[in-house]
């Protein structure tokens, strides 16, 4: 089975909130020298595919927009275990939104591959937008399953186990087809053995700029959906102590209870 | 000069970290209150490969250099001291000497097994009467036929419980001190070797340490471990890269440390304010943050030169002293912001402050480490 993963490398999502910083002009997050990681969605993506490889045979790609530094996130994917890597990386590409990404993503996977699966991680832990995914199914023109977790080959399809509110749905779909990746007890990154880092180091990884893939420095404007990010602000967090009264554990479990429905945090 | 850590470096950082955090941190405490050996853990960290980090692949290692070692025992001892010191040992005290002074025949019989993690290794050559006088050990190697008798007590030795193999220094030539020792690889199974009285230790209480008994124990000619009368120069060569390894680890408290002291002062609130606003905090939180840099970056220039096949004995006993007593300054100080909840066990900052003072004191003391230093600055032998 030929597969292609969509990675995105994000700054660490656990670094501590007082560390976050957004830049007023370009409406972005300031990396600053805050580690940079896989988002986390994407590395279950990664791991739901190699137990495929590994129980169906095929090939593993590990595809990234970004910048240079990007190829960290792919030596990662090359060293838990892809076959072969793909930095797509040209300025301009960094300031596209989701469908100008994804368009980018499309060219690239149909000059690299034919791929039987594209899974990508059902949400960047940065931006949340959850799109990426199906604009490139529908770009592809392929069915597209959303929040999966498990992905069973049966008789040349999959099925795939998404979640929905308590419980999940065992959906069927024909491939080729685009799968994003919610997290499950069975898809938890693997982490690589130092001898695989080792090797990583040594694979080749494909670089590709906006003019391989056939896209003028002046388009990439028209492939996208002209988002206009207004505004972004970073939530206020305010921190307030409240003390429960009662006479025994017992009564002030059961105010706490109520008082959590109160506030909708239960 | 490059002071930036590699691709690969980086990596491997990020791995390590990973399974420290997610896997050893957990239990750390439970660890050290127990005084329990992390069979699970060491388990898996032979599964990531780290038993053998600078085996080549061809023996079953992971070939990776100096610097990308010292990167895991830091980040390991960063969560567990105990489980740093159990790697460190078969890494850098039975597996190197045996890549470089093992024959052929050696490396392809043993280091397989201590790199995947199925034989645990250990280093004998303290003795009761011989700690920082090391040339003056007793335990007696006698030539009989094709076999080596030894008999002897070896003290302190790490790993000792559950060590399979061990690397045993014995006087086996009738010359007096450093040039009568020479160096074996004895395994736990043959007999007249037991393990005797484990002791009960301030800190770094994951890892186990031994009296390791030697009565009559025949051994084959095969197993001596470099040339005949050349053992002092084996062990004090190994000890070299050993000392990288627990420089590596008192970096790693004295990071745990900081880590702690931060998160700790920032929360803290007295007189209104979080601790972490009043200079005094702040004066030790930046000493630390300072010492533990100059630590660092002391033990990767050491371990640049050992990668690059210079000497680098000087320059070990610089960074394992500067690092061990940097463990002991940042623990002492991770108490102190921490005040009485720095003198309980429900903040880890009282297993650190315990787990710190053994590395100023094994593989050489700090004192040690100084003799050697001013040897080499000085330019004299003794």
Redesign the interface.
């Known amino acids: 089975m030929e597969i292609v993963v969509c990675l995105k490398q994000i700054v660490d999502p656990e670094i501590p909130a007082s560390e976050f910083r957004l830049d007023p002009v370009t409406k972005r997050q300031i990396r600053g020298s805050h580690?940079l990681?896989i988002s986390t969605y994407d590395e279950n993506a990664l791991e739901v595919a190699l137990q495929l490889k590994e129980k169906q045979g095929g090939k593993v790609t590990a595809v990234t927009i970004g910048e240079e530094q990007a190829?960290?996130a792919l030596?990662?994917a090359l060293?838990m275990g892809a076959d072969s890597a793909v930095l797509i990386s040209d300025p301009p590409l960094l300031e596209a939104d989701d469908l100008g990404k994804a368009r980018v993503l499309a060219r690239a996977i149909r000059k690299l591959t034919t791929p039987d699966l594209i899974l990508c991680g059902c949400e960047s832990a940065d931006w949340v937008s959850r799109i990426v995914g199906p604009f490139l199914a529908e770009e592809l023109g392929l069915p597209c399953v959303t929040f999966g977790t498990r992905i069973e080959p049966r008789d040349g399809k999959i099925v795939v186990r998404r979640i929905v509110e308590d419980g999940y749905h065992l959906v069927e779909a024909a491939l080729p087809a685009v799968v994003t990746i919610a997290s499950d007890e069975t898809n938890t990154p693997r982490?690589?053995?130092?001898?695989d880092?080792?090797a990583?180091?040594k694979k080749p990884i494909t670089l590709l700029r906006m003019a391989d893939l056939g896209i003028e420095p002046g388009s990439l404007k028209e492939m996208e959906g002209r988002i206009v990010l207004q505004d972004v602000a970073i939530p206020v967090r305010e921190a307030r102590c409240e003390f429960i009264e009662g006479d025994t554990p017992e009564e002030q479990a059961e105010r706490l209870v109520l008082r959590l429905k109160e506030l909708k945090v239960i | 000069m490059d002071f930036h850590l590699?691709?690969?470096h980086?990596?491997?950082q990020?791995?390590?970290r990973?399974?420290a955090s997610t896997e050893i941190l957990p239990i750390a405490a439970e660890l050290d209150q127990q005084a329990r050996f992390p069979k699970e853990i060491i388990q898996r960290a032979s599964?990531?490969?780290?038993l053998g980090?600078m085996v080549p692949?061809e023996y079953g290692?992971?070939?990776?250099d100096t610097i990308?070692y010292l990167i895991?025992i830091e980040e390991i001892a960063r969560a567990c001291a105990g489980t740093a010191v159990i790697l460190s040992v078969n890494n850098s005290l039975v597996c190197d000497p045996i890549l470089r002074y093992g024959t052929e025949a050696q490396k392809r019989r043993y280091l397989p097994d201590l790199a995947q993690g199925r034989k645990l290794g250990c280093y004998c050559l303290t003795e009761p009467e011989a700690g920082s006088d090391a040339a003056s050990i007793q335990t007696v190697a006698r030539e009989e036929g094709d076999e080596w008798v030894l008999t002897g007590t070896k003290i302190f030795v790490t790993n000792g419980v559950e060590a399979e193999i061990c690397i045993v220094y014995a006087r086996s030539e009738p010359e007096p001190g450093a040039r009568g020792i020479s160096a074996f690889i004895v395994e736990k199974d043959r007999p007249g070797i037991t393990v005797g009285k484990v002791e009960r230790k301030l800190g770094i209480k994951a890892s186990s340490t031994a009296e390791i008994h030697l009565e009559e124990c025949r051994i084959p000619k095969e197993n001596l471990l470099g040339r005949r009368g050349e053992g002092f120069r084996v062990a004090l060569s190994t000890l070299d890269g050993g000392r990288l390894g627990i420089a590596a680890q008192a970096v790693g408290i004295a990071r745990a440390c900081l880590e702690e002291s931060i998160a700790y002062a920032r929360e803290r609130r007295q007189f209104g304010q979080p601790i972490a606003s009043f200079q005094a905090i702040r004066w030790w939180i930046a000493d630390m943050a300072t010492r533990i840099e100059a630590a660092r970056l002391l033990m990767y220039r050491a371990a640049s030169l050992r990668d690059r096949g210079r000497p680098y004995t000087k320059e070990a006993s610089i960074a394992k002293l500067f690092a061990s007593e940097t463990a002991m300054w940042a623990a002492h100080k991770a108490v102190q912001i921490h005040g009485g909840y720095g003198y309980i066990q429900d903040y880890p900052a009282e297993r650190h402050f315990r787990d710190a003072k053994i590395t100023e004191i094994y593989e050489g003391t700090s004192e040690i480490q100084r003799l050697v230093i001013a040897r080499h600055v000085l330019g004299v032998r003794s």
């Open positions: 580690a990681v190829t960290e030596r990662k060293a982490l690589p053995k130092v001898r880092i080792m990583a180091v | 590699s691709e690969e980086r990596l491997i990020e791995t390590v990973t399974f599964e990531l490969g780290l980090m692949p290692g992971a070939g990776l990308s895991a």
